[in-house]
Every structure is written in structure tokens, then in C-alpha cells.
């Protein structure tokens, strides 16, 4: 079955420090995989999302995925995190044929001043 | 990007009534719309796929008869949770599918609803 694996359930980061998020995916021939983030109590928007073509993914707010298929993985990055991205994010891998999403656990962004 | 919203944000009701959440897409069409039920700290879990015109599709373990969802119209969907109880308590977040005749696009969210049973 598919399945979305987010290692890591919480982080902190110094802010002006780098991001790395993990995701790991479970199934797809054509993955069709999605950060999102949510932050208190508000719904989910769309960090970035990579269909097909160049693995590198620009996103907004300065992030950036790299889809690797040999590793089933599709890490988030961002170069210098501000205190605003303090926030949960969520890792998510969507069927072609159903258009479902499946979640990762999500992962907890705590930001030090 | 497409908008999607959702009716009411928050509500507050006493156990043993209904509750009806509607999910709209503003300035597009979708023909399949999802349900989503999210508890504190947690992911957010898939409860059902809404087909325009037609039943919607549950996810194992979710009552159908408990969570009914209508699908009238291209732009509306409506969850109404049945005689609620403090468990049903829970942040419900709709989503709306965008397709391009059969690619896939993406899903577009609602801001959510909070619903508190009593």
C-alpha cells in the first residue's frame, strides 16, 4: 500500500539556519509528490509540487524539494529559515488515477531567535 | 490558485445534533472533491471522496451513515455530520480536485472547520 514517511516529528532550527525536511515514499511509478504547510489552526498551502522533469523544485517562501527516485525520497529545503516558517508541514504523495493524497505524519518546524 | 472555501469555519453544537460543513470551489469545477478529518497534533486523515452525482466513496472504519456527504453541484460539497458527540469534536478540512481532462493537477484546500460538540 502506499505510504508517506516523514522521519523526523519535530525540529528546531536556529532561524537564519538551513532546513532539510525528509520525506520518504512507499509506491509510485509516477509519483506525483506535494509539500504543504499548515500553521495553527488554518488549512494547508502548497508549498511545491513535482509531477515530472527537472528533480529540483522551486517552491514559494524560498523553498526548494529534490526529487530522487533511487531513494524513494523528497527532502524540503530552504536555505536560511526565517521565524515565520515556524510552522507543521506535510510531506504527500497523490494517485494519478484517484487523485488522493496520501499524508506523511507531519513535521513539527520550531524556529529559536 | 484556484480558492476553495469552507462554511462554516467554526461552530460549536450540542451533542446530539447535525452539523452541515459545505465545501465550495470559487473559480473552478471539480468534479471530485475530499474529506478530510485532522485531530490536534496529528495528520490529516482522508474520510471520503465526493463525486459529483454520484455516492461518495468512504474510507475503511469511516460510518457512512454517520458522515453524510453530498455532492449536488460542481462547486459544492456538503459534509453533515449525524447526531454528533463529543468525539465527532475534530478540525474537518475539505479539498477540491483540479483535473485538465485526464491529468492530474493538483488539490486545492479549504481553510478548514472547527467543530467543537458539547
Known amino acids: 500500500a502506499q505510504s508517506v514517511t516523514q522521519p523526523d516529528i519535530h525540529i528546531t532550527v536556529s532561524e537564519g539556519a538551513s532546513l532539510e525536511l525528509r520525506c520518504n515514499y512507499s509506491?509510485?511509478?509516477?509519483?506525483?509528490l506535494f509539500w504543504y504547510v499548515q500553521s495553527p489552526g488554518q488549512g494547508l498551502q502548497l508549498l511545491l509540487k513535482?509531477?515530472?522533469?527537472?528533480?529540483l523544485v522551486q517552491g514559494i517562501k524560498g523553498f526548494e524539494a529534490e526529487f530522487k527516485r533511487s531513494q524513494s525520497s523528497f527532502n524540503l529545503r530552504k536555505p536560511s529559515v526565517h521565524w515565520s516558517d515556524a510552522a507543521e508541514y506535510f510531506c504527500a504523495h497523490g494517485s494519478s488515477n484517484t487523485g488522493k493524497l496520501i499524508f506523511g505524519q507531519g513535521t513539527t518546524l520550531q524556529v529559536k531567535p | 490558485g484556484a480558492v476553495v472555501s469552507q462554511h462554516p469555519s467554526w461552530v460549536i453544537c450540542k451533542s446530539g445534533t447535525s452539523v452541515k460543513i459545505e465545501c465550495r470551489s470559487l473559480d473552478f469545477q471539480a468534479t471530485t472533491m475530499f474529506w478530510y478529518r485532522q485531530f490536534p497534533k496529528q495528520s490529516l486523515m482522508l474520510m471520503a471522496t465526493?463525486?459529483?452525482?454520484?455516492?461518495?466513496?468512504?474510507e475503511q472504519g469511516v460510518e457512512k451513515d454517520k458522515f453524510l456527504i453530498n455532492h449536488a453541484s460542481l462547486t459544492l460539497s456538503t459534509l453533515t455530520v449525524t447526531s454528533a458527540h463529543p468525539e465527532d469534536s475534530s478540525f474537518y478540512i475539505c479539498?477540491?480536485?483540479?483535473?485538465?481532462?485526464?491529468?492530474?493537477?493538483?488539490?486545492?484546500f479549504g481553510p478548514g472547520t472547527r467543530l467543537t460538540v458539547l
Open positions: 479539498s477540491a480536485l483540479e483535473r485538465t481532462g485526464l491529468r492530474y493537477n493538483e488539490q486545492f
Open positions: 509506491y509510485g511509478a509516477t509519483p506525483y
Open positions: 465526493s463525486n459529483e452525482g454520484s455516492k461518495a466513496t468512504y
Open positions: 513535482y509531477f515530472s522533469g527537472d528533480t
